[in-house]
């Protein structure tokens, strides 16, 4: 089995000495839907790779009946289809599935049982090619870095005998590529954004009934594209992450008040200037592939303009001079959003303190809960009760009974899958609290986390409960992206 280091919710690496790199048109089905990711685009069900449907003698006849049909022209397409020979290296946007194969230089194609294999996984996207590395971006925006090896000279395909001296190579069958790394058939990141598109959408809803609106979003718009235009026409030409207190990833997260900036950008202003401010910034520190063009220019705005000469700027100086009171409700919250669970492209986004604090508490709880299901495993203290208690009532009081709910059934199915034995009736036991608690516990959020977060948004926690089997402060702590210091206005 590869080694998976890392957690679910970041990058991380794994070796692929006996992963399978494979090209093909397509990927295999969703566990949930029993179809492939990209029918709605190919109009038809692929053929390669896939998973044969399975069923027992306790499935009624008449689902026995159909899968037994579903059967029959599976192997009919068997039969018609070319073989997959070993072939081209990847490229930046070829698209790949991961698989478990070990390969034998000079062996025949790859067989109809080997192409129909469940270990195939859901589609990646290729974003980079180092010289023995590849970067991949799942549909739901996950990095991968898996490694990879130069084709041999020879074809070389799957067999079912693992050796541990064989390695990786690509093969093609199209213009497009796929890989085989072992990954979850389900996509928890990727439903976990939809949940935050979600929550955006009855937030602006909420707020358009409410008519909690604010002024000047045109002026604010200019004046925000006018001001980075001026710290973009003296920048010099840098790469991302390059100074003493740069992080890993500055495109990891950004705080609201700048994204709020960028919606207003998106929806006030003229579409080519937008761009033209982006390109111009590209052009400065370059956008990473995987990094949509609104995030990218939300995170440089925080990274390049002064707190002082934005408030100055939107409120003609009374923010600077009136205080708290005179700021925009939106500025006043330095509220720090996750670029993994957020859509790529928005407008306008929610302004009200309501709404600010529901976001910021389901995208810290998306963030930890992606982060517990990458840790997850089966032991004698999985289901064990922890102290995160009074922490997951104060999140479930905020995102409420309804979307909590929500939250914790994305991740049900895939705890299920991943403890086989115990998951499923462990998920209809539990209480979504209790779910939460154990996600938390494999996340390993310290205590201090936790009562940072809550602490922030005036809700007291205490900084000391702890039972003795969980994690100290000192031993870990999730949040290893460290948030720059900012000015407070």
């Known amino acids: 089995m590869p080694l998976l280091l890392g957690t679910y919710g970041g990058d991380f690496t794994i070796s692929t000495r006996n992963t399978f790199v494979m ?12 179809l492939a990711p990209m029918t709605a685009v190919t109009g038809r069900e692929p053929t390669i790779p896939g998973w044969t449907l399975r069923y027992n003698t306790h499935s009624p006849s008449e689902a026995v009946g159909l899968l037994e049909i579903q059967s029959a022209m599976r192997h ?24 478990q194969w070990s390969k034998t230089p000079g062996a025949p194609a790859l067989t109809s049982a080997e192409k129909y294999s469940p270990t195939w996984s859901l589609p990646y996207v290729v974003t980079q090619v180092r010289s023995t590395m590849v970067l991949l971006r799942p549909y739901a925006c996950l990095l991968k870095y898996i ?25 093609t069958r199209s213009s497009r590529t796929i890989h085989t790394l072992p990954s ?54 840098t790469a991302p992450g390059k100074g003493s207190k740069r992080r890993a990833d500055p495109f990891n997260w950004c705080r609201w008040r700048w994204l709020y900036l960028v919606g207003l950008m998106n929806d006030y202003l003229e579409p080519e200037l937008l761009r033209q401010i982006i390109s111009d910034s590209e052009k400065i520190v ?95 203290s999985t289901w064990s009760t922890t102290s995160y208690d009074d922490i997951v009532d104060v999140f479930q009081s905020v995102i409420g009974a309804r979307l909590f709910s929500e939250m914790i059934n994305i991740i049900k199915p895939e705890i299920s899958i991943l ?35 809550c602490r922030t948004w005036q809700f007291d926690v205490s900084l000391s409960r702890r039972r ?22």
């Open 23 to 34: 090209n093909a048109a397509n990927a295999p089905p969703h566990a949930a839907t029993g």
């Open 76 to 99: 009919q397409l068997v039969a018609t289809e070319p073989p997959l020979y070993a072939g081209e290296p990847l490229q930046i946007g070829d698209v790949v599935v991961t698989s």
């Open 147 to 171: 490694e990879i090896q130069t084709p041999p000279t020879t074809q070389s395909s799957p067999t079912t005998q693992s050796s541990p001296t064989t390695r990786s190579s690509p093969i």
């Open 184 to 237: 979850s058939s389900r996509s928890t990141i990727a439903e976990m954004a939809a949940f935050m598109a979600r929550v955006l959408e009855e937030c602006v809803a909420r707020e358009r009934n409410e008519r909690s609106i604010h002024t000047g979003k045109l002026s604010t718009a200019r004046f925000i594209a006018s001001d980075f235009q001026k710290v973009l026409s003296c920048a010099k030409k």
């Open 286 to 380: 370059p956008r990473p592939k995987h990094v949509s063009p609104l995030w990218y220019l939300a995170c440089r705005l925080q990274g390049s303009l002064k707190g002082l000469d934005v408030v100055a700027g939107i409120t003609g100086g009374a923010g600077i001079t009136g205080g708290m009171e005179a700021l925009p409700t939106w500025w006043t919250f330095k509220t720090v959003v996750y670029r993994a669970h957020f859509p790529e492209t928005f407008g306008e986004l929610p302004s009200s303190a309501t709404s600010v604090r529901l976001i910021a508490f389901c995208s810290k709880a998306a963030r930890w809960i992606t982060s517990g299901i990458g840790n997850f495993h089966s032991n004698y």
């Open 419 to 453: 403890a086989p034995n115990e998951g499923p009736e462990q998920m209809q036991r539990l209480p979504d609290t209790s779910i939460m608690q154990i996600l938390l516990k494999f996340a390993k959020v310290s205590r201090k986390d936790c009562w940072t977060f």
């Open 468 to 489: 003795s089997n969980e994690i100290t402060d000192a031993h870990w702590s999730s949040e290893d992206d460290e948030l720059p210091e900012e000015i407070s206005v």
